[in-house]
């Protein structure tokens, strides 16, 4: 079986653990390749309501091997209590993988990435301040430290005594922090490490291992395409190296790209996003505020906890989003949460200061901070669709609503997510069997 990519399709928050956690039933491994503990899902089953934010979302399935690849970036704090909560509600993690390649979230990380969003002022990005971005930056930059050089203590030693005078010195004299004791990072983080080290493989051959012996493997993207490093609404996007797109999942998880032959996107019935940056369908009146607050399930991060913005589906953004990692097959969530309004709007295009119309996404966050949305309006179903289990289900406008969705997007709609619950879903077509060619 090939490799299937699960990525969000628009700026995070579309629901995509939900959606791991339904299809990777028919997975042998669920593997997370991107981001870290800034990212994160809700995921609601038969066991319970858990928030996860780097653990696979394949995790509540004791027969899925559930791996971290090498593009996350892991904070072992975080990791470590995460999979100590789980635990304790009874959630095997005897099958959970870390990879020797991931980048450790040092103390120094934290630090910078607080430090130099204040520096930022007005421009600042929106981060988490989980320390996040300044670890990708140094492993760019050549100054990280991995897992496989925190769980050998010579190893770490002797990487922490070149980094840590270097780390200092940008503490101090350009945030005016205080400096770490070395003695102190040793000691924690050596003790983190010994905890972690029973997790530690070389993943990559895990997941070959899988392909070899024909075996699905489900890749899990965290955040969003539209907040990607390469493809997103720069500058405001994720740090993280691979990105959220498609396209960094192989690079991620240490597999090639002729492996990969589904991309399953997945995006929200509307569109929300958390921190700063344009977001041109974005709802400052009383309807986001419905979205937002007053919807069966509130729109607060998983993660951070921050109220997410809202606005109407916005089609230009999650039909670029689609062609630029090649999705071949598309997730519709949170449709129950449009059941009332006796209307709904969906952007098809951008109108531009001097009049122009723009179907195509601009590069500029400038530009895209200026533009009005073209609104096409569709008329609501005002019926419940919760209970949805069929396509022949749910009410005509709702299903000429998905249709035109579809149309825009130009890619299938295979599932429709309609509540949190595991079978709140309709399933059109299985998303890891890949469609013949017509």
Not at 105 to 123: C, F, Q, S, T, Y
Request: glycine share 10%.
């Amino acid at each position: 079986m090939p490799a299937v990519v699960i990525i969000g399709g628009q700026w995070g928050d579309e629901g995509k653990g939900r959606i791991v956690d339904l299809v990777a039933q028919g997975a042998s491994v669920v593997a997370r390749y991107s981001a870290g503990n800034n990212a994160g899902h809700t995921v609601i089953n038969d066991m319970g309501e858990f928030k996860l934010n780097v653990v696979p979302a394949g995790i509540f399935y004791s027969d899925k091997t559930c791996i971290i690849g090498n593009g996350v970036a892991v904070d072992p704090a975080v990791l470590l209590n995460e999979i100590d909560t789980l635990s304790t509600r009874g959630v095997s993690v005897a099958n959970l993988f870390i990879s020797d390649r991931c980048h450790v979230v040092m103390p120094w990380h934290p630090l910078i990435d607080v430090a130099d969003e204040a520096l930022r002022g007005a421009a600042a990005i929106g981060t988490t301040g989980r320390g996040i971005g300044p670890c990708f930056t140094d492993k760019v930059a050549r100054l990280g430290i991995r897992v496989g050089d925190l769980i050998d203590p010579e190893a770490f030693r002797a990487r922490l005594e070149f980094v840590l005078p270097y780390k200092n010195k940008v503490l101090q004299q350009l945030y005016g922090l205080a400096p770490l004791a070395f003695d102190d990072v040793f000691a924690s983080y050596s003790a983190l490490g010994a905890r972690l080290a029973p997790f530690v493989r070389d993943t990559a051959l895990i997941v070959h291992d899988a392909l070899d012996r024909d075996e699905t493997v489900l890749l899990e993207g965290a955040q969003g395409c539209l907040l990607d490093l390469d493809a997103g609404t720069y500058e405001y996007v994720t740090s993280s190296v691979p990105s959220s797109s498609a396209g960094g999942a192989g690079i991620g998880i240490g597999i090639g790209p002729t492996v990969i032959q589904q991309v399953v996107g997945i995006y929200k019935a509307y569109m929300t996003r958390v921190g700063n940056g344009p977001m041109p369908s974005e709802l400052l009146d009383e309807t986001g505020r419905i979205l937002q607050v007053e919807g069966p399930r509130p729109e607060i991060g998983t993660t951070t906890g921050r109220k997410r913005r809202t606005g109407w589906f916005d089609a230009v953004a999650s039909r670029y989003s689609a062609m630029v990692n090649g999705v071949t097959s598309g997730v519709l969530t949170r449709l129950d949460v449009l059941d009332n309004f006796p209307s709904i709007q969906i952007c098809t295009a951008y109108e531009t200061e001097d009049g122009r119309i723009l179907k195509s996404m601009p590069a500029s966050s400038a530009t895209l901070r200026t533009v009005k949305p073209v609104y096409e309006e569709i008329e609501g179903w005002r019926a419940p669709t919760s209970g949805c289990r069929t396509w022949d289900d749910l009410p005509p406008n709702a299903r000429a609503y998905i249709r035109r969705i579809e149309k825009l997007l130009v890619i299938p709609i295979d599932i429709v997510s309609v509540g949190p619950e595991r079978d709140q879903a309709i399933i059109v077509h299985d998303v890891l069997k890949v469609k013949p060619r017509t």
